[in-house]
């Protein structure tokens, strides 16, 4: 990825953290809109514990233009996501479920050179789900 899309990720990872009360909730809104069934699967008290998911958004910004060190974080999310019981079919729900809550956040900041930005580097981080053993 090139480093103006790394930039303007950073910039509004900056503004996304700002709202981080909201970014979870809506994410998982929008997946188990998206596909009900997905509300099974989650064990500990309904939800990842969100310090969780802010960190590894955190390392995908700044990790992109580390591809290998990137694809150790892809794995690593995958392997722990399968170990989870969520099928390929499940994971690749979750680039569309985080660019809805983006949006939900950002408004019309959350402008098409932003979500192009993000659409590519959420594909990147679920790419690895086959790889994962
Ligand atoms: C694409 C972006 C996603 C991110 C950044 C993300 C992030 C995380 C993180 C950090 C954890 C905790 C991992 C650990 O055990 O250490 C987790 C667990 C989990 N995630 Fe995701 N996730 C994503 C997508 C999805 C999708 C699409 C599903 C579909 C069902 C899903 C279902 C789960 C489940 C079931 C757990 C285990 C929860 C539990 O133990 O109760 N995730 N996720």
Aim: glycine letters at 4%.
């Amino acid at each position: 990825m090139d480093a103006e899309k790394i930039e303007l990720l950073k910039q509004s990872f900056a503004e996304i953290y700002a709202h981080k009360g909201d970014l979870e909730g809506r994410f998982y809104q929008h997946l188990f809109a998206a596909d009900p069934e997905t509300r099974e699967l989650f064990c500990h008290g309904n939800f990842v514990r969100k310090e969780m998911m802010r960190a590894i958004l955190a390392n995908t910004v700044q990790l992109l233009n580390r591809p290998s060190a990137f694809r150790r974080l892809s794995r690593r999310l995958a392997a722990q996501h399968r170990q989870a019981g969520v099928s390929a079919r499940q994971y690749r729900a979750g680039p569309e479920a985080m660019i809805l809550a983006f949006r939900d956040i950002l408004g019309p900041r959350f402008t098409p050179e932003v979500e192009a930005a993000w659409r590519e580097a959420m594909e990147e981080l679920v790419s690895c789900f086959a790889a994962a053993d």
